[in-house]
């Protein structure tokens, strides 16, 4: 990922399993928005710290951050790089 340019991922869930992301050298931000991850405009984001590992559980009931939408995704302070591996029902 290019330092501050949002990219816009379909992160969505069909069902039980596990969402799982890996961050590169530098911080991802994470929003619902473009301009909640933008550096100019952040006021809304999840912050996913650099070199660390998420594993997120999924359920029918309760879903990852948000189940039936796309995500926009930054990195406001270095190229960084984003991996995401949904393993659900598919």
Known sequence: M???APL???VTTNGAGKVLINIGDN???VGYDRSDVLAATALNYFTF???TQYVFDVSQGV????QNTSLWF?????TSSLEIWI???R
């Open 8 to 10: 816009l991922l379909n």
């Open 2 to 4: 290019a330092e501050d």
């Open 27 to 29: 911080d991802v931000i």
């Open 63 to 66: 879903g990852f951050l948000a």
């Open 49 to 51: 710290l650099a070199g």
């Open 74 to 78: 930054s990195s406001p302070t270095g």
């Open 87 to 89: 393993a659900d029902e």
